[in-house]
């Protein structure tokens, strides 16, 4: 097998197969009512406290659609690049479940609130386009819950009737590697715009993936299977690697495959069965008789428009002219709306006479490093940006050099401490006074003379012995530049 990052191939003994991926993701919208009621939406509530007759589908009960969530749809929209329907419908989709009290699902089938559209993935080996097919709104279903209970199944209601977008992307992702980028991108754009927190642990954001094998070449689909709502990326590339392995298994032995839904199961790693795929017309759609259908102007759709913030790609765009980052520093930067704030931040406290290599350095370095220690989100960092940048120019000015920095740097940790106290109280102020360092190299010379002879006669390597004892003598406080430029003319 090749996990090579463009392409991902299964190789049997005559034929090479290629993977084949498409997802619909379900992205919660970020709203406090629900999409057809004014109930709360507010996660981790006790069971069947946020449910009113509408989402309990009691009898005479209305819809009525919730502004703000159609709002939220079409700003969505405008961050896939994509084309707004003016005009969409609701529609019934009709099944029976304990967890879906209506007996049927409201969403939109045949006239999508959005139409097509793309997003951009930065692949190590260049940028490559995602089609989006479609995004739709739709309304989630209840949950049931089989392990509280030995005897009976219960049923929370909270989360039926939360407004979902559906985001169906074209048969277009090839690797695992491209499955992840892509949907930490789409996290990225709707946590810029704020419709969707993104926060997969709580089910904001799960997909059903799509996944089928054909001959490398072959220019022709195979025949998908569609694994159903799996909630982590992890998750995603486990049962792609083995649903792609499967069926390319069942190929190789002269087998079809069915197009059919699939389950996940986590603790076996496998992919199982379970039921064959049913066509649209099992679940008899008909446009809902209780809602009119969505008609949008143009200039409710330009007003959305004129509020959709600078996005990931003209950000990073302009990180890459503004402050000569490259191309990786600035995805990295940009990957997160709360990133990207922290860093503009750090690089506006700087002010003048800024070295914001350095302030790239050291926040994908240090800070990431203790945000990953402590399992902390950027937005809860534990050094404020006016404190790091306080750091950052720090060093620039020569007061304390890099190696002192870090020392300082956890310091300030605890209690987000300005650096330039911590200096001051611990007298780390770096020593770059050229008479205090000669008088210093002087002794060390005088004290190792054999040495200093034998680095005359062309041991050049001695020269590291010299610099590593006067930093020592300095208590690690020497100008290590100075020091250089210092031994170098005494030896
Ligand atoms: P359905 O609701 O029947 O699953 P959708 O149109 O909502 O149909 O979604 C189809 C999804 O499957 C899309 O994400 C699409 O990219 C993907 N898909 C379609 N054909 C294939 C295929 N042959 N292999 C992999 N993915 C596919
Ligand atoms: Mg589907």
């Known amino acids: 097998m090749s996990k090579n990052k463009s392409e991902y191939l299964i190789e049997r003994t005559n034929n090479i197969y290629e993977v084949v991926i498409g997802l619909e993701v379900h992205a919660q919208v970020t709203s406090n009512s629900k999409l057809f009621s004014s109930s709360s939406t507010k996660f981790g509530a006790e069971p069947n406290t946020q449910v009113s007759l509408v989402d309990a589908a009691f009898p005479g009960m209305l819809p009525v659609i919730n502004e703000f969530c159609v709002k939220q749809a079409i700003k969505t929209g405008i961050g896939l690049r994509a084309k707004i329907n003016k005009r969409s419908v609701f529609d019934r989709k009709n099944y029976f479940y304990a967890d879906l009290p209506q007996g049927y699902q409201i969403s939109q089938f045949k006239y999508p609130i959005v139409g097509e559209g793309t997003v951009i993935l930065d692949m190590p080996d260049g940028q490559k386009e995602i089609g989006i097919e479609r995004l739709h709104l739709e309304q989630d279903a209840g949950k049931s819950i089989h392990d509280m209970d030995p005897q009976n199944t219960l049923v929370d209601l909270n989360r039926s009737g939360v407004a979902l977008m559906e985001i169906v992307s074209k048969p277009d992702l090839r690797t695992l590697e491209e499955v992840s980028t892509y949907i930490k991108k ?74 059919e839904t699939r389950l996940f199961d986590i603790r076996k790693n496998e992919t199982r069965s379970m039921r064959s795929k049913e066509d649209a017309h099992d679940y008899r759609y008909f446009p809902d008789p209780d809602l009119l259908p969505l008609e949008v102007s143009d200039e409710f759709i330009n007003e959305l428009k004129s509020t959709i913030p600078e996005l990931p790609d003209d950000k990073k765009k302009r990180f890459i002219e503004e402050f000569k980052l490259s191309a990786y520093e600035a995805t990295i930067l940009v990957s997160d709306i709360e990133i990207s704030k922290y860093f503009e931040e750090v690089i506006s406290k700087m002010g003048k006479n800024q070295d914001i290599k350095l302030a790239v350095n050291w926040i994908t370095g240090e800070l990431f490093a203790v945000l990953n ?38 310091l300030m940790i605890d209690g987000d401490r300005d650096p330039q106290k911590i200096v001051e109280e611990k007298g780390l102020k770096q020593e770059s006074d050229p008479k205090a360092l000669e008088a210093l190299i002087d002794k060390i010379i005088n004290d190792n003379r054999e040495k200093a002879i034998e680095y005359k006669q062309g041991k050049e390597k001695l020269f590291g012995f010299f610099v590593g004892q006067a930093m020592k003598a300095s208590g690690g406080k020497a100008n290590p530049q100075l020091i250089n430029e210092i031994l170098k003319k005494k030896l």
């Open 186 to 259: 789409l996290r990225s754009i709707m946590r810029y715009l704020g419709t969707c927190d993104g926060n997969m642990q709580e089910g904001s954001l799960r997909a059903d993936v799509n996944v089928s094998v054909r001959l490398k070449d072959s220019k022709e689909l195979g025949t998908r299977c569609e694994i159903k709502n799996v909630n982590s990326i992890k998750f995603m590339q486990m049962a792609i690697d083995y649903e792609a392995n499967r069926q390319v298994d069942l190929i190789e032995d002269g087998k079809i495959i069915d197009q």
């Open 373 to 410: 220690n402590k399992n902390l989100e950027i937005a809860e960092s534990p050094i404020s940006a006016e404190n790091l940048a306080k750091l950052v120019n720090l060093i620039k000015n020569g007061t304390i050099s890099g190696k002192i920095a870090k020392t300082i740097f956890e």
